[in-house]
């Protein structure tokens, strides 16, 4: 009679403030560590003991009731809120799963297909197990018409993922914000009924009670990476595993031992040698850490395994004890270790509890959550995902397997290369882009720079032999003075217009029609309509080897451009005519007095300097 009195619990929630969550009947619990009731509200729906209720953000828990949800707000200041609907189809829930990063609850209805809502309960979209691409069937490709989602979803945080089955052992990928369908997974071939577990890391775990299976497949393309053989699985409860942060996947058999899979398959067998009359009925937990998980392993009076075909059955007498450890997978180290029977008071836990049924399961959840015998610091829910998401980031492959040095100066040797031909595009971009390349062949320029080369040699030349003679006369240093400006006219032009770089941008002023005063000397220039151009320097004695000559040099320099390769001879007899002075005329010279003063021209004393296409003083 005492017995009958006794409540059942749903399946528990610990969260990250450390309570437990649970349901019985028409009441929504919260727990503390010690069994203690914090709180409770009454619920106007029974709820489903085969589900634990799932935390939805904002200080809200969604529980399953009945054939629909409610949304329960934790009380604030005190005061306790009424439960309100939060999805009602009116058709039977498979199951639910939230994702607090989108603020999203997806739902699975028996017979109707996949339902996203935002928590506004506004609904984003639906996706049905049936879908073409293109023309081509992707999924339900047995029996298409009959093809039904029976599997509630599970999430993979760290790949925005969602993961459901059908009836048809088929596994579907799907993403979390629309009905994008990522990858399907035909697992028929071994068996139709199987738990999927997201392992948050990289990897999604396929559990196979009845094969034994453990399967891991890659949770971006859905190829399966590795299958392992444990030992006999409950098909009820315990075939379920949990994954530590260090991307440890535990499950618990029937043999008594908790089998641990690392993230390539590395099997950890926890305890090494375990007794023959002991079992694991109910899936590990993991610890606040992340790093270990606690197991319970129950010791029975006797125990029978009978194995047919694939699949053992196991049949087992009444238990004696309970064992309650803490392990972390990895290093195969058990931390804590206790035992306890039916009649053992030494659990600890509250009065509250004593109207409840306290099985394997409910005693685990209030021992992980009350971190019996953990040494190691909690960390909240997102701590730990980011941990275990960190395993599922590509590993960085080292594609040279050469000499880590002959590497280095090759690629220092191809950076040098890629340099020297990004200056000679450059180089080349810029030399055909000369002026005295445009409409002229490259040959005229080459012969155009070996004589100009070949002229200033002959200036240099001409100029050493004026300078060894002994004769120092006037006539000889005009003579000078005319090469030496001619030398600086010749090097100019290789360095800018028949240089093999780019052309000097001379702006200057030489096309003046007023006529231009220098302060101690006067020049005049004039242009008329046939393009030819008359520069008239006046100076006195002295200065006409400086300024006019070379205001002179720079319209004779400015003309020969212009002129281009046509007048290269010419260029070779007025080098001739000047080393005589014929381009040199005095105020004592040829002309007369007479002859300036009929051209406009003074001459007392000065030098003048003229130059002209055709030049003719008209009476």
């Not at 002991?278 to 197991?295: K, R, T, W």
Request: with cysteine; aromatic share 10%.
């Amino acid at each position: 009679m005492e017995n009958k009195s006794l409540r059942v619990l749903s399946k528990t929630l610990i969260a990250d403030d450390g309570r437990v969550y649970a349901c019985s009947d028409n009441d929504f619990f919260s727990f503390e560590s010690n069994g203690s009731i914090a709180w409770s509200v009454h619920m106007d729906f029974k709820c489903n003991t085969g589900f634990s209720p799932v935390y939805s953000g904002f200080n809200q828990m969604l529980v399953l009731t009945e054939n629909r949800i409610l949304r329960i707000d934790f009380p604030r200041n005190g005061t306790k809120s009424e439960p309100e609907t939060f999805f009602d189809p009116g058709e039977t829930i498979l199951g639910f799963a939230v994702s607090i990063s989108s603020s999203s609850v997806y739902i699975t209805v028996k017979d109707h297909g996949l339902y996203a809502y935002n928590m506004l309960r506004q609904q984003l979209w639906i996706a049905e197990p049936k879908t073409e691409r293109f023309g081509y069937r992707l999924g339900c490709r047995k029996d298409y018409e009959n093809c039904k989602f029976d599997s509630g979803p599970v999430i993979d945080s760290c790949e925005a993922s969602i993961y459901i089955s059908n009836n048809e052992g088929e596994l579907y990928s799907l993403s979390l914000r629309g009905t994008y369908y990522q990858w399907i997974q035909d697992l028929s071939v071994i068996d139709r009924f199987f738990t999927v577990t997201p392992g948050n890391n990289g990897l999604v775990y396929v559990v196979f009670p009845t094969k034994s299976l453990v399967l891991a497949l890659d949770s971006f393309s859905g190829n399966i990476l590795w299958q392992k053989t444990v030992g006999p699985l409950s098909e009820s409860s315990g075939s379920l595993p949990v994954i530590d942060t260090n991307s440890w996947v535990s499950i618990g058999s029937l043999d008594g031992t908790l089998y641990s899979f690392s993230r390539i398959g590395e099997l950890h067998k926890i305890p090494e040698n375990v007794e023959a009359d002991s079992m694991i009925q109910v899936e590990p937990l993991l610890d606040c850490s992340g790093n270990a998980v606690y197991v319970s392993q129950t010791k029975l009076e006797g125990k029978t395994d009978l194995v047919i075909g694939d699949s053992t059955f196991v049949s087992a007498k009444k238990p004696e004890t309970a064992v309650f450890s803490l392990v972390v997978p990895e290093t195969r180290s058990i931390h804590w270790s206790h035992s306890y029977s039916d009649q053992s008071r030494s659990l600890l836990l509250d009065e509250d509890l004593q109207h409840f049924v306290l099985d394997e399961r409910i005693v685990l959840a209030f021992i992980a959550a009350s971190n019996s015998g953990n040494p190691f610091r909690c960390r909240s829910k997102h701590d730990k995902l980011s941990s275990s998401c960190s395993f599922a980031e590509p590993e960085h492959l080292d594609i040279y397997i050469g000499n880590e040095r002959t590497i280095i100066w090759f690629l220092l040797f191809e950076f040098v290369i890629i340099v020297l031909f990004a200056a000679l595009v450059r180089f080349c971009f810029m030399f055909w882009k000369k002026q005295k390349l445009q409409g002229r062949p490259f040959s005229a320029f080459l012969d155009k720079r070996r004589l100009l080369h070949r002229k200033r040699r002959e200036i240099d030349r001409t100029i050493t032999r004026l300078q060894n003679e002994s004769t120092a006369d006037e006539l000889s240093v005009d003579k000078i003075n005319d090469l030496v400006q001619e030398r600086e006219n010749v090097k100019r032009k290789l360095s800018s217009t028949y240089s093999l770089g780019r052309d000097i941008d001379a702006s200057k002023s030489k096309d003046h029609v007023l006529p231009l005063y220098g302060g101690g000397s006067r020049s005049l220039s004039f242009r008329n309509r046939e393009n030819e151009s008359i520069t008239i320097f006046q100076t006195h004695r002295h200065e006409s080897s400086s300024s006019s000559e070379e205001s002179y040099r720079d319209q004779h320099y400015d003309d020969d451009d212009d002129d281009g390769v046509a007048d290269d001879e010419n260029d070779e007899g007025d080098l001739k005519r000047k080393q005589n002075g014929k381009f040199l005329a005095h105020s004592e010279g040829s002309f007369s007095d007479d002859d300036y003063e009929s051209c406009g021209i003074a001459s007392s004393r000065r030098s003048t300097y003229l130059k002209k296409r055709s030049l003719s003083c008209r009476d």
